[in-house]
């Protein structure tokens, strides 16, 4: 087990895992501006074209886990630290790239929380606009007052124009 070996392997490896997350990252930053700006011909485009490639980046995390279990360590966060201590030069180019992979995995993570939070306001407005139109909708979710101006549980409701 050579520590240059180790430091090699992962560096290609982090290197492609970096370059994996910046790539599903920037598919997110497409699609968030797209659905922001309500560009819907834009956003097709993004969807029917590129995927996100969480296949992949699981298949290289596992791939880290792998070579970090094949020269001893174990495969969770603690036993990455010490192999980065163990195989790291002095440089610190394993821990520099660890450091930026889990900034980008943090991105990601927005950015998939943040485009999921713009489709469901998106999703909202759909079924508020279809309710107006069809007026099924406006009636089922009208909010009830009581006598006194407060708004009540469905155990006791008043319709809205009575309140």
């Known amino acids: 087990m050579i520590p240059a070996e180790c430091r090699a392997r992962l560096i290609e490896l982090m290197q492609e895992h970096v370059k994996c997350i910046e790539s599903a990252n920037d598919y997110l930053a497409e699609i968030k501006t797209a659905i922001a700006e309500n560009r819907i011909d834009d956003l097709q485009q993004s969807l029917s074209g590129q995927v996100l490639p969480m296949a992949e980046i699981e298949r290289l995390e596992g791939l880290r886990h792998e070579l970090l279990t094949s020269y001893g360590f174990d495969s969770g966060d603690d ?71 407060k708004t009540v549980t469905d155990g006791n409701r008043r319709d809205i124009a009575i309140a």
């Open 79 to 149: 036993g990455f630290k010490k192999c980065i201590a163990w195989c790291d030069d002095d440089a610190g180019q394993v821990d520099a790239l660890y450091q930026q992979l889990v900034q980008k995995l943090l991105k990601l993570q927005r950015s998939i929380q943040l485009n999921s939070l713009l489709v469901s306001k998106g999703q909202e407005r759909v079924r508020g606009s279809i309710g107006i139109l069809t007026g099924s909708a406006v009636a089922n979710q009208a909010k009830t007052y009581s006598s006194q101006g």
